[in-house]
């Protein structure tokens, strides 16, 4: 089956920035969508930002646009989620997932892959 491992997440000031990874590995695929949920604590599952493999084609919620970057580098099977201007309620467990459609979709249950999740703490 897929793997999903995400890395980067850590401690931040707010202001400050990270850079998540998400290495894909187990199976070979080229229409997968990738994509990056978040879960506060307390609070449902978000839909973040999302990338197809083949296209391109981004997605990216109103709430962090003009401050994170989704990517992919298909020689590495990774996509990275850039974070600038980190606010504390950035704050959460970050996950990320792949999907069987070449489309990018912000609905967690288009998604049959799933990581462990990373954790990004923003303080004030």
């Known amino acids: 089956q897929v793997q999903l491992v995400e890395s980067g997440g850590g401690s931040v000031q707010a202001g400050g920035s990270l850079r998540l990874s998400c290495a894909a590995s187990?199976?070979?695929?080229?229409?997968?969508?990738m994509a990056w949920f978040r879960q506060a604590p307390g609070k449902q599952r978000e839909s973040v930002a999302a990338?197809?493999?083949?296209?391109?084609?981004?997605y990216v919620t109103d709430s962090v646009k003009g401050r994170f970057t989704i990517s992919r580098d298909n020689a590495k099977n990774t996509v990275y989620l850039q974070m600038n201007s980190l606010k504390p309620e950035d704050t959460a467990v970050y996950y990320c997932?792949?999907?069987?459609?070449?489309?990018?979709?912000?609905?967690?249950?288009?998604?049959?892959?799933w990581g462990q999740g990373t954790q990004v703490t923003v303080s004030s």
């Open positions: 990338v197809t493999w083949t296209g391109g084609r981004t």
């Open positions: 187990g199976r070979a695929f080229s229409s997968y969508t």
């Open positions: 997932a792949a999907s069987n459609y070449a489309s990018v979709s912000s609905r967690s249950d288009e998604y049959a892959y």
